[in-house]
């Protein structure tokens, strides 16, 4: 209940900024940090039982079958991650409260921040991976929401556009690799994945699998050549940017990295693609924040180039670079939240974030000052502070590694090279933000410090970062350790945090970073000069050029094959159906198998040639509508007697009753449209219509008589075996649809009441023209409702009605159930529409169809929660046998209650759509139906 709780309380908490905007600024943050703040006091009461190695399990069964399960896991890397994603999270929503501007809607800022929050902690708590992959989608949409939400703004909504499309892709190739690993390893819970490294390593498919899942983790974590999504970000507010690049979204991708290193790392694909796509990465994103000018944008690329560095880690050969990998993260987003803060703050005083005009900052804000300085110092790795330790350690196991053999000192190069740069970008915020003269042309002139309040989440951080540095044993190590073994599911290595290791290479690199780093700088003005040489290339642009290819690509395709012809999308289809199934029969020696095929009787015969009669009429009277549709009853019907006489009663039943509903309702259609359809097929098009339905036909017959005539083994015998003893019903097919499959019947019920509400909004308010006369020009009756229909019509009611309800009660052990007398009922009373008009029927039947439909649904669903609440998966039915004087033993079973939802929904949705049929011919004069 915990772990639920720390999750949902951030949803729960998303209407209260929105309820409190309106009682002030201040009242509005405050209600969005109740939620966070109570996750993380929850959080916190676990951490004794998290550092002492136990990893907490929740699961709560939904679909077992298929692997679904509402599974959380609480261990030392997700604690990590719950606490940053928490404590940075509140430190954020106080920076917002004084960040945001007036006309800024701080209530929605807030509820999308809250939305973003609680995906990030359902992405590192959960414990089944497809459970994880819904989060992780959230974040991607939670994401789009934040970094558009300055609307008004166009590269606001380009940059929210590209994130989604960017990581929404990788998304949807995480979904693949995960149902790949589901499949290998037989589960999606993480305990089982973790522990089948082997299994998945070994798999033929583990080269997919790894490149699938390394797809969700680069384009989420923008790595290189995904990294051009994460500047164009820059677009959000800063507190957004804070926050993603801090604790949540970018951070995920190397989450997924640490979390499923035992199950996919240990391999030479792992370590060469993680790694040389880390070191990419970290090189391409050192440089390029050298060269940026927008003061988030430098942020932004030292990000990349900071998430290259773990993901390098994570690639090399050693489970200390792991540690190494972990370590980093923590510091990274403690020095990295206070740069985007200080940065913000810069931004909300001087009104732009230009590094060519904010110059001398420290004159008129020395405190902010003080602080960006000290994170921007741990960022270049200087030492005493965090990011000097993470460094060390990153040398060290570059050193250590050797991926490419005489070549292994590639690595560790240009990881100094790109540390150096590094430096040289740390310098260049320093110097030219807040010294290097005067500021020039600002908007906002002179500039200040910010409310006191806007600077306590920077204060935090930067005390954090100096802690950390110098007391790392006494701040970092018990949470760093129980992460690390979490991450690698299995004993930490022995590892150091000591500050000092000696006079030794990592630490003549880490100089040789430093003095390369103030080379750099000071060589800027030649740097610079070269760079502005090179030709210009705009992420954005390329991105939309290439957006506006693929759909016109897209189109050009759709418009081949979408044109509006029905009878060439049949086509098409059919063909295709054709050619596959005649590929997968050209392997067959013999269409007849060792089965003999059932003895042909009298009865049966003469039903098929009924059958076949009926339909090769339909085709030939197809286009006089009325007789067709007259013709096509006796196909239904017969269909209905073959089910009967195969004893199948239940689906006599029901192809019954759909039939005799279809019918209506095609009598109803056929009002408004011409007696006889017009020639407009070529011959050719005939010729072809011909040549596939004697090919379909052809095709159905052989596939059909190879598998009656081959062994097989049904599932009916499992049915047949528990339909009382776990169903509680004799009925073996009623008893499927209400409990075995049950979901799939929920389903459908959901479809149909979509598409009675449907086509409800599209005959709303439509009045077509009737025809006064039919094709031979003889005039229409002018009884609309003749007496002998409305005689019968009455007296059927009651009794079809009666019919309907002993149907529904007999259904669980007798052939019949709720959709068999959803539709009777609805037949019934679509009849006194028929017979009286739409004014009358409606007077005496005061309901409204979409609330029944609605009942229905919100019955069958409340049925299947129910199980919940007493240990069972979704939709479990309980049935008993009970005693009742005069009445005598008797049955119930809840399964009664999903199927009187299932009436209700059919009743619902059928008379929405038959009843609005009548309103289209209503005459607006006489309010009758004609």
Known sequence: MTLALIIALPFLGICLPLLLERAGRSACAFGAGIGPLAALVLLLSERSAVFAGKVQIVQVPWLPELGLNLSLRLDGLGFLFALLILGIGLLVILYARYYLAKRDPMGRFFGFFLLFMGSMLGIVLSENLLLM???????????????????????????????????????????????????????????????????????????????????????????????????????????????????????????????????????????????????????????????????????????????????????????????????????????????????????????TRDMRRINGMWKYMPHTAMLAMVASLAMAGVPLLNGFLSKEMFFTETLDQHLLGSFYWIIPALATIASAFSVAYSLRFIHDVFYNGEP?????????????????????????????????????????????SASLNSEAPQYSLAIWHGFNLPLMMSFLALAGGVLIYSLRRWIFRWYEGLPVVDSLAVFERAMSALTAAARKLTDGLDNGSLQRYLALMLTSALALVVFALSTLDSFHGSVAMT???????????????????????????????????????????????????????????????????????????????????????????????????????????????????????????????????????????????????????????????????????????????????????????????DVLARALLPLAMLISVFIFLRGHNLPGGGFIAGLITAAALILQYISHGVAWAQERQPVSYHAISGAGLLIAGLTGLGSWLFGYPFLTSAFGHFDLPLVGEFELATAMLFDLGVYLVVVGATLLILSNIGHVGQDETSKEVL
Request: hydrophobic residues 55%.
């Open 133 to 351: 992959l819904m989060f992780w989608e959230l974040t991607s949409l939670s994401s789009f929401l934040l970094i558009g939400y300055w609307n008004h703004r166009a590269d606001a909504r380009q940059g929210a556009r590209m994130a989604l499309a960017v990581t929404g892709g990788g998304g949807l190739a995480l979904l693949a690799g995960v149902l790949l690993i589901g499949q290998v390893v037989g589960s999606f819970e993480l305990s089982s994945v973790l522990d089948a490294g082997e299994v998945i390593r070994n798999s033929a498919l583990y080269p997919v699998i790894l490149v699938l899942v390394l797809l969700g983790v680069f384009t989420k974590s923008a790595q290189f050549p995904f990294h051009f999504w994460l500047p164009q970000a820059m677009a959000a507010p800063t507190p957004v940017s804070a926050f993603l690049h801090s604790a949540t979204m970018v951070k995920a991708g190397v989450f997924l990295l640490a979390r499923l290193y035992p199950a996919l790392a240990y391999s030479d694909l792992w370590f060469y693609l993680v790694s040389m796509t880390g070191l990419a990465t970290l090189l391409v994103g050192a440089v390029m924040a050298l060269f940026q000018h927008d003061l988030k944008g430098l942020l932004a690329y030292s990000t990349i180039s900071h998430l290259g560095l773990i993901t390098l880690l994570f690639g090399l050969d050693s489970r200390l670079a792991a540690v190494a990998a972990i370590f980093h993260i923590i510091n990274h987003a403690t020095f990295k939240a206070s740069l985007f803060m200080a940065a913000g703050i810069i931004d909300h005083e001087t009104g």
């Open 440 to 484: 020039i042309d600002l908007p906002k002139y002179p500039p200040h410090e910010p409310a006191r309040y806007m600077k306590i989440p920077v204060e935090v951080l930067v005390l954090l970062c100096l802690l950390v540095g110098m007391l790392p044993a006494y701040t970092v190590a018990p949470l760093l350790a129980s992460a690390v």
């Open 599 to 789: 003895p042909f009787d009298g009865v049966t015969v003469l039903g098929m040639a009924i059958l076949a009669l009926a339909s090769l009429l339909t085709v030939l009277f197809h286009r006089r509508r009325l007789i067709s549709l007259m013709v096509l009853g006796v196909v239904g019907l017969m269909v209905s007697l073959a089910f009967a006489r195969y004893s199948a009663p239940d689906l006599a039943l029901t192809q019954l009753s759909v039939e005799v509903v279809s019918i209506i309702l095609l009598i109803l259609a056929l009002f408004f449209m011409p007696d006889r359809t017009p020639a407009e097929s070529s011959s050719l098009r005939s010729l072809r219509d011909l040549l596939l339905a004697g090919g379909c036909g052809t095709m159905v017959a052989l596939l059909a008589y190879a598998v009656l005539t081959r062994p097989y083994e049904s599932i009916a015998g499992f049915f047949l075996e528990n339909s009382v003893s776990g169903g509680g019903g004799t009925n073996v097919v009623n008893v499927i649809l209400v409990d075995f499959r049950g979901f799939d019947t929920l389903g459908e019920i959901s479809v149909l009441a979509i598409a009675g509400v449907a086509i409800y909004g599209l005959l709303y308010g439509l009045h077509l023209p009737h025809p006064l006369r039919d094709y031979g020009g003889r005039p229409w009756s002018p009884d609309s409702h003749p007496m002998i229909l």
